[in-house]
């Protein structure tokens, strides 16, 4: 079994150049999860150039942490996933050099996106408490927890955008089925006022 330096300042995993996802950070994350750490944490943030960011931070039995970064891909999102779960199957089958890095568009948010397609699965999530930076601006934070002690974390600015799509998913079923019946009796209306 590999051991691991973890006296090492250094467990950053960083693609620096090149669009294609890190060969070496794929092989570290999928060494981590084998040792079927207890607990495992991802993040996601984009880099000033617009790509992807992937962070992983894996504690083992013995309090032990260690944290990866790397540019990355939903395809890779979804096997960390898995590894998450103890299942390392798609880390296995992950060919790096095939994958592009996710890069965003002009003015696109990528992390905003991946937080969207959090909230529209099933997965259960709690609302942790907001903090504020140095300049005073509000973040709200979300943990959406897979699987016992794994869990992945959001934590955006307090924009309108994020304050809407927190309150929606916090919302009782019986309260969005009176505000969909509602459009629903709105529309109708008009269509009878077009007729």
């Known amino acids: 079994m590999r051991t691991i330096n973890f006296n090492q300042e250094n467990n950053l995993v960083v693609n620096a150049t090149?669009?294609?996802?890190s060969t070496e950070f794929v092989s570290e994350l999928k060494r981590a999860f084998l040792m079927f750490p207890p607990k495992a944490d991802m993040?996601?943030?984009?880099?000033?150039?617009?790509r992807l960011i992937i962070a992983v931070t894996v504690t083992y039995e013995r309090g032990i942490v260690q944290h990866f970064e790397g540019a990355g891909d939903t395809d890779l999102i979804s096997a960390i996933l898995m590894g998450m779960g103890r299942n390392i199957k798609g880390l296995s089958e992950y060919k790096a050099e095939e994958h592009e890095v996710e890069t965003a568009d002009e003015g696109e948010n990528l992390v905003m996106e991946i937080f969207k397609q959090h909230i529209s699965s099933h997965i259960g999530g709690y609302i942790e408490q907001d903090w504020h930076n140095n300049k005073g601006e509000r973040y709200?934070?979300?943990r959406f927890t897979p699987s016992f002690n794994?869990?992945?974390?959001?934590?955006?600015k307090a924009t309108d955008e994020v304050n809407d799509l927190i309150n929606e998913i916090c919302k009782p079923e019986?309260?969005?089925k009176a505000e969909q019946k509602d459009k629903q009796e709105v529309l109708e209306q008009k269509e009878s006022e077009v007729a």
């Open 18 to 21: 090149g669009n294609k996802v």
């Open 43 to 50: 993040r996601f943030k984009q880099s000033p150039d617009g």
């Open 140 to 142: 709200r934070c979300i």
């Open 150 to 156: 794994k869990n992945v974390k959001f934590c955006l």
């Open 174 to 176: 019986w309260m969005k």
